[in-house]
């Protein structure tokens, strides 16, 4: 059989159904590592703040590794990147478990985790989709791609809460980390080339690229939005069940939400790819962060009951994800797919250092205050500031992209 016969398998559909399982399992394990805090910190006798500064790092290691990843990707196809990348996010999972100390642990849990996470990530995945359809299928792509990480919370939420439950937490570790390894025969179902046929391919360098990307108010703007986003989710994902557990709510509560938020998720992200295909996407992105704020408000004011938290976590799940497709979308209108996981990877990175922030903060003010509080109204602040940093993006292609499609070049 021929090379092209070969390749002709990989046709648009079984790429994205191989994207969405690698983005489920690879989002679904990180997903639930706030479901070990309450355990592990009990176990260890570890502070909260011992556990969130290694989820911190984690998220900051996956941002700083994000745009490398990316750069390897558009470079020389994402397989090994991504088989590489989960071999490390499978021994960081494992150390974690064995973790004796808090040093450890941000060793483990933090630099590998994180490094791993972001040679496995769902960026890389969407960014082989964007490559596989064309620009007219490009966002709803890249909205399935964004729905198929919530799908992995859905699942892994129920069933991580469950293997705790029954196993303990250290079992329950050792299990995800050994599901992490399916990444690795998926990502060479994925097509390795770093160009698509279904749009003009200029003749531009890495470095002029990130020169572009660099003097490109919008990329600047987008950037700083995207910080927002990674300090409300991040900071929930971690602090989110332990919350639930302060308010003297079972610990089941908080696994059902975070499935929750995967469930509706689903719904959301899909529904922000149907929205960017058709309309603005700033503007998309300026109502998800306006209807976030807004909504955190309403939770902190309501009573605090099981049915508070659910709804909660059902209207935050529509909102959770659909930034992405929204800001990757107008990352590969502006500048083109051809360094698309390069790009987002930097403001990809901007996201995780408002993870950081809001990961570590969690645990710094609750162990100082014994409150999440002030944490959230940041949030909500942080979420008008958003809303309104978004609505000046010049989201138009830029001129060479413009020109060569005009000339068919």
Not at 39 to 48: I, V
Not at 184 to 209: C, H, W
Not at 237 to 258: K, R, Y
């Amino acid at each position: 059989m021929s090379r092209t016969s070969l390749q002709d398998w990989r046709t648009p559909v079984i790429v994205i159904v191989a994207g969405c399982v690698i983005a489920a399992v690879g989002y679904g394990v990180r997903s639930i590592f706030g479901l070990f805090l309450a355990p592990m910190t009990l176990a260890q006798d570890w502070s909260r703040e011992t556990f969130a500064l290694a989820l911190a790092i984690q998220n900051l290691m996956w941002g700083i590794g994000m745009p490398v990843a990316g750069v390897i990707a558009d470079r020389y196809g994402p397989r090994y990147v991504l088989c590489a990348g989960t071999i490390i996010y499978a021994l960081g999972t494992w150390g974690m478990a064995s973790s004796a100390s808090g040093l450890v642990l941000q060793l483990t849990a933090g630099v590998m985790v994180g490094i791993g996470i972001a040679f496995s990530s769902f960026s890389l995945v969407l960014a082989a989709m964007a490559r596989t359809v064309g620009p007219e299928r490009r966002s709803l792509a890249l909205g399935l791609g964004t729905a198929a990480t919530s799908f992995g919370q859905v699942l892994f939420s129920p069933v991580g809460q469950g293997f705790i439950t029954t196993f303990g937490w250290y079992p329950a570790l050792l299990s995800v980390a050994a599901l992490t390894l399916v990444i690795i025969p998926l990502a060479f179902v994925l097509p390795n080339a770093s160009a698509t046929k279904a749009e003009p391919v200029a003749d531009q360098s890495l470095g002029e690229a990130l020169a572009e990307a660099r003097g490109h108010r919008g990329y600047v703007l987008l950037s700083s939005g995207f910080f927002v986003c990674g300090f409300q989710i991040s900071f929930m994902t971690v602090h989110f069940p332990a919350f639930v557990q302060d308010l003297g709510l079972a610990a089941s509560v908080g696994a059902i939400a975070l499935s929750l938020i995967g469930a509706f998720n689903i719904v959301g992200s899909f529904g922000s790819g149907v929205f960017g295909q058709r309309w603005s996407k700033k503007r998309g992105l300026a109502g998800i962060y306006a209807l976030r704020a807004l909504t955190i408000a309403l939770m902190l004011l309501a009573p605090k009951t099981a049915v508070t938290i659910y709804v909660f976590a059902a209207v935050m799940g529509i909102l959770w994800l659909s930034t992405v497709p929204l800001t990757t979308g107008i990352v590969e209108q502006i500048f083109g797919v051809r360094y698309l996981a390069t790009l987002f990877g930097l403001v990809f990175l901007s996201h995780q250092i408002g993870s950081f922030i809001g990961v570590w903060l969690g645990g710094y003010l609750y162990d100082r205050t014994g409150s999440y509080g002030p944490v959230w109204w940041l949030g909500v602040a942080l979420g008008v500031a958003a809303a309104l940093i978004h609505m000046p993006i010049d989201e138009r292609p830029l001129r060479r992209l413009r020109q060569a499609q005009t000339t068919g070049t």
